[in-house]
């Protein structure tokens, strides 16, 4: 649970860094229609919700460096009886200023008729520029109608991307957000366990994706992001969502699946034989994505540039496919020419957060950053190998990638999600029941 006291001190850290005649202005997710009177399940836009904790829609946050009469001003919907009949109950203003700790709250409907007067006086308006062309344009049409009132004397001059700010500090994360993503990392992996001891020959790929979705719904979890259970072949489809075919007997079953708990995702990949017994080939191709995860998952330190550990996967997985022939050459210069890409064409991971590929960057000047402690990351290698001709018979049709949700800490990686088993004798007992 993320408290009123950590959304304040989120806000009063933006303010201190934007500065003195700065205008923070942040909008809400808008609700998006299905068709007819049906929406699309609402879920909040990230960094309005880490700055606010609040939930519904046509909202804006408008935070004012110095304003003596107020900082953190909310625009609302307000209560409103009737409509909460329908839709549910709003925090309306008094909710907005007392228990989201803000100054003061108006009317979503009056941002048109006070925002140009909240701008006199800055210099600078910092917003997520880009992202919704329409609040873009109502902020330029805001500051030249304060312009045009007063003779162009006053407005802000600049537009500033509140992105860098604010996602700088997102990527960091506190001991709460820690306790959220720990506990999405926990039903995620109930789930995953859970679909795991399902699994058998004859069943479908939906049967498997109820076992994940029942196990988060009843934590009252939504998935993190679209599900991907992919049988045998599927696998190869690396955004694979259809997830509707039978399940190849003898072959592999590649899960990625997490949920979100209070926003917070978790991000989870396994792969297991749907027999319940890995083949030889099976076998050997698993052990070595498990041999370059963990090479990986061990460079997850304080001090390591972000790209160490998909450079120490990648080296795992080239020397590994070496040997069982499906790379030939020299091992630097297969790396050098990325001739790796033919079977792992992917990264090794991302920031992991309130988004599934969470904000911040990954290069300062051109260098891959550094990691630092309670930066969290999910390291995800795979190999995935087609049907060609040049390709031995054995070794045809299978795609494996396991993923884990690493936390960096001032000594060694601490895995949130490594209850899942990983060790194909340890899946292999979990599926014996
Ligand atoms: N589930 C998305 C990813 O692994 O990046
Ligand atoms: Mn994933
Ligand atoms: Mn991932």
Not at 50 to 61: I, M, Q, R
Not at 178 to 183: A, D, E, V
Request: aromatic share 6%.
């Amino acid at each position: 649970m993320i408290r009123t006291d950590e959304f304040a001190r989120r806000r009063a850290r933006l303010i201190d860094e934007a500065g003195e005649h700065a205008m923070v202005v942040l909008a809400a997710a808008p609700q998006t229609l299905r068709n007819g009177d049906s929406h699309y399940p609402y879920r909040q836009d990230s960094d309005f919700l880490y700055l606010t904790g609040f939930h519904e829609p046509e909202a804006v946050l408008v935070l004012l460096p110095g304003r003596e009469q107020g900082e953190r001003l909310l625009f609302c919907r307000e209560r409103n009886p009737e409509r909460e009949r329908w839709d549910g109950p709003r925090l309306g203003l008094d909710g907005a200023r007392e228990q989201l700790g803000m100054d003061d709250a108006f009317p979503i409907e009056d941002l048109d008729d006070i925002l140009p007067a909240l701008m006199e006086g800055c210099s600078r308006i910092y917003h997520m520029v880009g992202k919704d062309p329409v609040l873009d344009q109502r902020i330029i049409g805001w500051r030249n109608r304060l312009r045009a009132e007063h003779k162009g004397q006053k407005g802000p001059g600049e537009l500033v991307s509140l992105e860098h700010l604010l996602h700088e500090q997102r990527l960091i994360k506190s001991r709460d957000e820690i306790r959220c993503m720990q506990k999405a990392a926990r039903i995620s992996v109930a789930a995953m366990t859970r679909a795991m001891r399902a699994c058998k020959p004859g069943m479908n790929e939906a049967e498997i994706t109820a076992e994940l979705l029942h196990e988060f719904q009843r934590h009252g979890c939504p998935p993190a992001y679209l599900p991907i259970v992919a049988g045998g072949d599927n696998a190869l489809i690396l955004h694979y969502i259809e997830n509707n075919r039978v399940l190849p007997e003898n072959g592999l079953l590649l899960i990625d699946a997490g949920c979100e708990y209070q926003g917070y995702a978790a991000d989870i990949s396994r792969t297991f034989p749907v027999s319940g017994r890995f083949s030889g080939p099976q076998r050997e191709l698993y052990e070595l994505v498990l041999a370059a995860q963990n090479a990986a998952i061990d460079q997850v330190r304080p001090g390591r540039p972000f790209e160490a550990y998909h450079e120490a996967a990648v080296r795992t997985l080239t020397e590994g496919m070496k040997d069982l022939g499906l790379l030939n050459g020299d091992i630097d210069q297969l790396i050098e020419d990325q001739s790796y890409r033919r079977f792992y064409m992917h990264k090794t991971g991302h920031w992991l957060g309130l988004d599934v590929h969470d904000v911040g960057d990954y290069r300062i000047d051109d260098q891959s950053r550094v990691l630092e402690k309670n930066m969290v990351v999910t390291v995800e290698p795979g190999l995935y190998i087609g049907h060609d001709d040049d390709i031995p018979e054995q070794w045809r049709g299978i795609g494996i990638r396991i993923e884990d949700d690493i936390r960096v800490t001032s000594d060694a990686p601490d895995n949130l999600t490594e209850a899942v088993p990983r060790k194909p004798e340890d899946i292999e007992a979990v599926m014996a029941g």
